[in-house]
């Protein structure tokens, strides 16, 4: 199959076609760095994940986190399924993980901001 | 009673904290950040999604870790700040600036600066800026007003949304409003390009399979007390909507993401000229305004695509405001304003930041900021002239109205310079 996609490298914004049958063969960049993003686009896209968590505090009531590594698209809506009973205590300080493992990839959900009270 | 302050910086977000942080580092020690909402950060806050920090840390950070990392760097610098206060107005005087503030826990009262960096940053058009036909229901909101809604207080706005504009709030919150189990019709756009960078097209729009109607807007919105739904309508290339084209969609709400407006409010009442172009002050290369010790950094200025850039600008202004106090410049500005070149938005061009160099001024380079009037796919020359001569040129692969754009003047450069007015212009 051939598909199309939209390079994000840089802003130029070349419009790639990468061939699933002739080994990812890339077409249309006008670079290198194209090549690698469309390989990797397409045999296995990943994307950091960002969303909140509930907090018990009365300034705050939501907590901002992320995936401190991307994770593959395809388990971008389950991930966010984890979220959703989790409850923050506190004092919560960036970086602190929220919750670890997240779907057995070896990447965790952190705070991305400090909650003190 | 009044208090005298060296610097006071209008508004906590990354431009303000930019310009306190490093006026600070340049010698002054009494500063204050004067900050509307209850917290420094300003609207980073509210950004939870991640691609900031990438050109100014060289990674990439979400908006609070950005705001985060900023605000680590005024631990112990000694510099006040005020909190859930608005600055009513300002005065100018020969000895300085007066400050009216106005809080709930301490009043009305007014301060005294030497100094002023104007950061209050930019706020959202809305429904009345565009004026869309329909009843006046519940559910239209900004795009940004959805963004704090949802990740910061924790509301959801609605389940079945369209998004109109496609500027980067609007393609942010169509994949934020997806994630958090809403259904996003379409994103529809009256150009027919995008205003948004491409990587929010691909991350947003594309990998959530929503759909972009480039030449297309709302020409309807309908609803009793809530929006019960949509009418959009393909647009002609003089942006009429074309008859026969309309489709309807069920919706429950309505997010617009149709541009952003600097918020100058302050900076006209104090008489400051404004450009049109930008809906900011007119500034020089080191960011001072038409009044003397005022200066404006950040989306105050002009609306930026990137923090990085704001943060860069901020720290500029924050330098020559600490030079300005400390009496550092090297001549007096009123004779400077009288060598001053007026740099001019030529063809292909919208605007440009400054929009006034002083070759004898502090600053050794001058990069100076612009945006294109229309997308180019083909490799174009940027050209800066003096008249016919030709002072600075630069090749681009590719430009587009979303993304800013610099040229790099230096003090070489500016010394050639025979003329009052440099023009900027996209050549072939």
């Known amino acids: ?117 | 009673m009044t208090e005298r302050y060296q610097l006071i910086v209008i508004g906590g977000g990354p431009a303000g904290l930019g310009a306190a942080i490093r006026a600070r580092e340049n010698g002054l020690s009494r500063i204050l950040i004067v900050e509307r909402d209850v917290e420094l950060g300003g609207i980073l806050n509210q950004c939870i999604h991640n691609g900031f920090g990438l050109h100014y840390f060289g990674e990439e950070l979400t908006g609070p870790e950005y705001a985060g990392r900023v605000t680590d760097r005024l631990e112990g610098q000694g510099i006040d700040i005020v909190c859930d206060t608005m600055v009513l107005s300002i005065e100018s005087g020969a000895e300085g600036h007066r400050l009216c503030l106005m809080s709930a826990k301490e009043g009305y009262r007014f301060l005294d600066t030497k100094a002023l960096v104007l950061a209050m940053g930019c706020r959202e058009r809305t429904r009345g800026a565009i004026g869309i036909p329909g009843t006046r229901v519940a559910g239209i909101l900004t795009a940004g007003t959805a963004q704090r809604y949802v990740n910061m207080e924790g509301y959801m706005v609605g389940r079945r949304v369209i998004v109109l504009g496609s500027g980067d709030i609007g393609l942010i919150m169509a994949r934020r409003m997806v994630l958090e189990g809403a259904e996003v019709l379409a994103c529809v756009e009256i150009m027919p390009y995008s205003g948004g960078l491409a990587r929010n097209l691909v991350q947003c729009l594309d990998d959530y399979g929503i759909t972009l109607l480039l030449s297309h807007t709302i020409t309807r919105i309908k609803g009793k007390s809530r929006v019960e739904g949509v009418t959009v309508q393909q647009v002609d290339a003089s942006l009429k909507p074309i008859e026969g084209t309309e489709q309807d969609f069920d919706v429950d709400t309505v997010l617009l993401s149709v541009g952003l407006i600097p918020e100058n409010e302050l900076t006209r009442a104090a008489g400051i000229t404004i450009d049109p172009r930008t809906g900011g002050p007119v500034v020089y290369e080191n960011k001072e305004t038409a009044v003397d010790g005022i200066f404006a950094c950040g989306n105050v200025l002009h609306v930026h695509d990137l923090v990085d850039y704001v943060t860069e600008e901020s720290e500029e202004a924050g330098k020559a405001a600490a030079m300005y106090v400390l009496g550092q410049e090297k001549e007096h500005p009123e004779k400077l304003e009288k060598e001053a070149i007026d740099v001019v938005a030529g063809p292909g061009i919208a605007y440009t930041i400054p929009q006034k160099i002083r070759p004898a001024g502090e600053s050794e380079k001058t990069r100076i900021f612009f945006r294109v009037r229309q997308p180019y796919k083909s490799p174009k020359r940027l050209v800066l002239r003096d008249g016919e001569q030709i002072i600075a040129s630069s090749r681009r692969p590719y430009m587009a109205p979303g993304e800013m754009e610099h040229l790099m003047v230096n003090q070489h450069m500016l010394e050639m310079i025979k003329g009052r007015t440099l023009v900027l212009s996209v050549e072939d």
């Not at chain 1, 598909?3 to 076609?17: A, D, M, S």
């Not at chain 1, 705050?60 to 009973?85: E, F, G, S, Y």
């Not at chain 1, 993980?97 to 057995?104: E, Q, S, W």
């Open chain 1, 1 to 117: 199959m051939v598909k199309e996609l939209i390079c994000i490298v840089c802003p130029q914004g070349c419009h790639l076609t990468v061939d699933e049958e002739k080994d990812c063969q890339v077409s249309g960049n006008r670079c290198a760095r194209g090549v690698a993003y469309g390989k990797s686009e397409v045999m296995n896209p990943t994307r950091i994940l960002t969303s909140t968590v509930c907090v018990r505090s009365a300034l705050h009531p939501r907590c901002p986190v992320k995936t401190d590594r991307p994770i593959p698209k395809k388990d971008l809506l389950r991930a966010m399924t984890l979220l959703d009973d989790m409850v923050l205590v506190p004092p919560v300080r960036r970086g602190d993980v929220v919750i670890a493992k997240v779907l057995g990839h070896s990447c965790d959900f952190v705070a991305t901001r400090d909650i003190l009270e």
